[in-house]
């Protein structure tokens, strides 16, 4: 779950990145419109998964992983919805965290086709 909120910063990241970059005013609210509910997303699973176990200590300054910035939005929304998909079949993940992960996955695979317009 981690690696997932890394992966989940990093695409916001990467929005802004290519937010900051363009010179297209379409793509600069596309940019935008992509980094929709990444915070949210984030801040739940902080809360429903580590703190509800108070796993607090888990949050190190390496949240930010820049080994998952990839200015290929397309390929990010796709490895991210992979990784969804693995956590998603896990025997260990109760139904709270199946449910957001779900949630999630079918975010992405609208932020899928809004990457594949950019």
């Not at 998952?68 to 991210?80: A, G, H, M, Q």
């Not at 998909?85 to 992405?108: H, P, Q, R, V, Y």
Request: hydrophobic content about 40%; glycine content about 2%; overall charge negative.
């Amino acid at each position: 779950m981690y690696e997932l909120m890394q992966k989940l910063i990093a695409f916001k990241y990467t929005c802004k990145i290519n937010h900051w970059s363009t010179d297209k005013y379409s793509d600069h609210l596309l940019y935008d419109r992509l980094t929709e509910e990444l915070d949210t997303w984030v801040d739940s699973i902080a809360e429903c998964y580590f703190m509800s176990d108070n796993n607090k200590k888990v949050f190190k300054s390496d949240i930010m992983n820049p080994k998952f910035i990839n200015r290929d939005l397309v390929k990010l929304c796709e490895n991210i919805i992979s990784h969804l998909e693995e956590l998603s079949t896990d025997g260990d993940t109760n139904e709270g965290i199946k449910a957001l992960l779900t949630a999630i996955e079918e975010g992405f695979l609208n932020k899928l086709a809004l990457a594949k317009l950019a």
